[in-house]
């Protein structure tokens, strides 16, 4: 009777190991299932079973440039306020001669230069396809603005229609020249409200390259004393500091109150005026 109890014994903790085992090989397989990678890497080209890696785009899209953003930074200072003869966006009078010379032409012009306007707006690291964006914006509200992005059939529309606009350019460089000179030579009195001092510890380099200032100041546009030039800066220094931070906020001459950008900030502009003086002095 013992020896038949023993046996059973034996025979269920054999069942059970046996259960138990086939319990943790299940475990052990569902374990690695978890684990395994979502996919598998295939790139193009390469044998992956079934699967195929998708076939690269010819021309991805990439993000847009931004032409408002740019058009903020660097045109608005004269495009706004008409500063230096600059056509004022949005004034179909102003641009009716002007367009009709075609979008290739006027990038052009913003590309290379014309009249009072440096080339590409005073700022050289802007790229053909920033001022092509930029062009683009301040355009759109007196006309038809041609999809960006033409690559050299657009280069080549450029080449042809400068050449055979040469002479109106030419004509329009005059005109637009003789609007700064006028301009430069009306002086305005100096503001007598007492400004603070710019010791507020902004960097003066950085927004005068971001602000719009270098689109004057460094190539001398309308009168405009350029950055560095003690010559051009000594008669102004004479006046004081606080007289130079008066007239760079109200404005002086054909330059507009705060260059033309009235997003800044009275401290921000103060922090600019120590920037150029500090580059004369």
Request: negative net charge; charged residues 25%.
């Amino acid at each position: 009777m013992k020896s038949k109890l023993i046996m059973s014994g034996l025979a269920a903790l054999g069942v059970m190991a046996g259960t138990s085992g086939a319990y943790a090989d299940a475990a052990r397989d569902a374990m690695a299932q978890r684990l395994a990678p979502v996919g598998q890497l295939c790139l193009q080209g390469q044998e992956c079973g079934t699967a195929a890696a998708p076939e690269a785009a010819s021309n991805g899209g990439g993000d847009s440039i931004d032409g408002a953003s740019i058009y903020d930074r660097v045109c608005m200072a004269c495009h706004e306020t008409g500063a230096a003869g600059a056509p004022v966006r949005g004034d179909e009078a102003a641009w009716s001669e002007r367009i009709e010379q075609g979008f290739a032409t006027l990038l052009e012009h913003s590309i290379n230069g014309i009249g009072a306007m440096p080339a590409r707006g005073g700022n050289p690291n802007l790229s053909d396809e920033e001022m092509e964006a930029s062009t683009a914006y301040l355009l759109e509200p007196v006309m038809d603005v041609p999809e960006l992005g033409g690559g050299d059939a657009a280069d080549d529309a450029v080449a042809e229609e400068t050449t055979a606009e040469e002479g109106m350019a030419d004509e329009g460089a005059s005109e637009d020249v003789a609007a700064a000179e006028e301009a430069a030579d009306e002086a305005a009195a100096a503001s007598e409200e007492d400004v603070a001092s710019a010791g507020n510890g902004l960097d003066g380099e950085a927004l005068y390259g971001s602000s719009g200032c270098a689109a004057c100041h460094n190539n001398g546009v309308a009168g405009a004393p350029v950055l560095g030039d003690a010559d051009a800066w000594a008669e102004r220094l004479d006046k004081g500091i606080d007289e130079l931070y008066a007239n760079s906020i109200g404005g002086i001459g054909a330059m507009p109150p705060k260059g033309g950008n009235m997003r800044l900030e009275d401290e921000e502009v103060m922090a600019i005026v120590d920037y150029m003086v500090a580059e004369v002095e």
